[in-house]
């Protein structure tokens, strides 16, 4: 059974930082690109970023370049995203995505809330 679990969610003031993890289980990790996503309310889910399997290139949102980034432990089976100068626009739940050979699994999500 394959299970995503994100974890390192909260709330936080503008300007903080937080640090998302997402362990993985269930699948041969080192395989597989990982992406991290958010879902405000009352809009579409978004690619924040990603980054593929041997963790060589990363792909960053315009919106978090240079504060947000993401990186993966594979010997872990465990994908990081690190969250610096976080502004109340950040606020969603954050999911992780794992892909690769045709199959996408997808974590229950962390809520992150940063307040102004």
């Known amino acids: 059974q394959v299970q995503l679990v994100e974890s390192g969610g909260g709330l936080v003031q503008a300007g903080g930082s937080l640090r998302l993890s997402c362990a993985a289980s269930?699948?041969?990790?080192?395989?597989?690109?990982i992406g991290w996503y958010r879902q405000a309310p009352g809009k579409q889910r978004e690619l924040v970023a990603s980054?593929?399997?041997?963790?060589?290139?990363?792909n960053y949102a315009d919106s978090v370049k240079g504060r947000f980034t993401i990186s993966r432990d594979n010997a872990k089976n465990t994908v990081y995203l690190q969250m610096n100068v976080l502004r109340p626009e950040d606020t969603a739940v954050y999911y992780c995505?794992?892909?690769?050979?045709?199959?996408?699994?997808w974590g229950q999500g962390t809520q992150v809330t940063v307040s102004s």
């Open positions: 269930g699948i041969t990790f080192s395989m597989y690109g």
């Open positions: 980054i593929i399997s041997s963790g060589g290139t990363t």
């Open positions: 995505r794992a892909g690769g050979f045709g199959f996408v699994y």
